[in-house]
């Protein structure tokens, strides 16, 4: 039973995510967990590199995206169902992935600042450029960056001790972006006088948002925009995440049988995948007892003689929970108050409540939701004091 409950409320979880436009998710599959997990992060990785969140050129988004790997591993969420993973992520914690690269964007330009040996400011500068180009624009702290390396333009680089790691996943950037490294020399305190070079030009992205491949004259007539290229890629704007009410109704008109027919109205509310109902049921043709008898015809003034005709009145009022178990299944549970009176006609035309037949006092009932878009079907049971068992059938709106 737990390990049930525990898959249902894993299926639950991942529903949930993938129905919130709140969150940005991968689904794997795999012949294991850790196969499955390592292609939903692909796949995760797949829908980021489709988003504007990076200005790089577009054949370049994938690639940069994949450096990412691990803090996208670090900042996201993972459900797991047998074989199958789901990695996902709010959209309000994407900038997550990308903290701690530009922690060390901030850890270079403070040793840059604070540095007097041209190699390792130039060094620094360089490499938190490249950073830079792999993270959102921040315009501020590239000129500061800029600026440095300007001042030690024919500076060559060199590898840093200690930064090595760094050195690393500069490299790892720049052939992700098609770039070629910069020369490099290690690092000394008084290197001779450096052999000037050229760092390595960036072509500036030329995109318009929301606006595809199109020739560049065609959008220089149209946006007033000049470009040498040709062409302009694909940039695809992330829509902000739109607001989704998280109430969801029911409203039934069910009936119950046996003994007797009995109709009424089922009103639900639910808050996520939780929340609570009320009903009410009453009898057709319900009749007024006029005394009080029993089944062998024993009552206060004597003996009751029938006239072969017999009633039943009955109601119900009922109150409980709700919870969906499935994408379009909920599942409800409630107790109230219960009567089902059995009535006899005696011969002078009066009505007679036989006492030890009829049924009052706490009703119980369970079923099952089934919605198809707005419609709703339900099914399911009630009984009074544990006495009667009635089946129930509904059938109304889901909105």
Request: net charge positive.
């Amino acid at each position: 039973m737990l390990l049930t409950l525990s898959l249902v409320l894993h299926g639950q979880n991942s529903r949930r995510i993938k129905e919130d436009p709140s969150y940005i998710w991968g689904e794997g599959i795999g012949a294991g967990y850790e196969a499955a997990q390592s292609s939903a992060v692909d796949e995760l990785i797949r829908k980021l590199s489709a988003t504007d969140l990076l200005e790089v050129p577009y054949g370049s988004r994938l690639a940069v995206w994949r450096t990412y790997r691990r803090d996208i591993i670090a900042a996201s969420g993972v459900e797991n169902e047998g074989k199958t993973a789901l990695r996902y992520i709010a959209w309000k914690d994407v900038d997550k992935i990308f903290s701690r690269r530009k922690a060390l964007v901030g850890n270079l330009l403070s040793r840059a600042s604070g540095s007097k040996d041209p190699v390792v400011v130039a060094t620094c500068a360089d490499w938190a450029l490249t950073l830079l180009d792999a993270l959102p624009a921040d315009q501020k702290t590239r000129r500061s960056l800029e600026s440095l390396r300007n001042k030690y333009k024919g500076t060559r680089t060199g590898d840093i001790p200690g930064l090595s790691y760094i050195g690393r996943e500069v490299e790892s950037i720049r052939a992700a972006l098609g770039k070629k490294a910069a020369p490099v020399k290690p690092a000394v305190e008084n290197p001779a006088s450096p052999q000037p070079v050229t760092r390595p030009s960036i072509t500036p992205l030329a995109s318009v948002g929301g606006i595809a491949s199109r020739p560049a004259s065609v959008l220089s007539r149209r946006h007033g925009i000049s470009r040498k290229s040709e062409t302009y890629p694909v940039v695809l704007n992330r829509v902000a995440p739109r607001t989704v009410n998280p109430w969801s109704y029911y409203l039934l008109l069910d009936a119950s049988a046996l003994p007797s027919v009995e109709g009424g109205v089922f009103l639900g509310a639910m808050k996520g995948s939780f929340g609570g109902y009320v009903s009410a049921r009453r009898g057709f043709g319900n009749m007024r007892s006029d005394y009080s008898a029993t089944s062998d015809g024993r009552a206060d003034f004597g003996y009751l003689w029938v006239s072969g005709e017999a009633a039943l009145s009955r109601y119900s009022l009922a109150a409980g929970a709700l919870m969906r178990v499935a994408k379009r299944v909920t599942c409800y549970a409630g107790a109230g108050y219960g009567k089902i009176d059995q009535i006899w006609e005696d011969t002078a035309g009066q009505w007679a409540r036989i006492t030890d037949i009829s049924h009052q006092g706490v009703q119980i009932e369970a079923g099952l939701i089934f919605s198809a878009g707005k419609v709703a079907l339900m099914a399911g049971a009630t009984s009074v004091s544990f006495a009667t068992i009635s089946p129930v059938f509904g059938l109304g709106i889901h909105f």
